[in-house]
């Protein structure tokens, strides 16, 4: 009995394989592929984060935390 119970386990398992395997190869898979995409470069998108060489504060508080001041 536990034979037989196997083997429609078994074919069971590769019909499915065997549907699987048609299902996948039906053809191409459309996807959307735009012909360009946006580019921001407005700092509302990308502030920029950098410390800036003239800003006395950042540098106050640098020296600050590498132990200085």
């Known amino acids: 009995m536990k034979a037989a119970v196997l083997g429609k386990i078994g074919g069971w398992l590769l019909m499915g394989s065997l549907l699987l395997v048609a299902a996948c190869s039906a053809g191409e898979v459309q996807t959307y592929r ?3 995409y946006p580019v ?3 700092p509302y998108y990308y502030p920029d984060l950098r410390p800036q060489e003239n800003d006395p504060q950042f540098w106050t508080m640098w020296q600050n935390s590498q132990g200085g001041g």
């Open 34 to 36: 735009p012909t360009s």
């Open 40 to 42: 921001y470069h407005s």
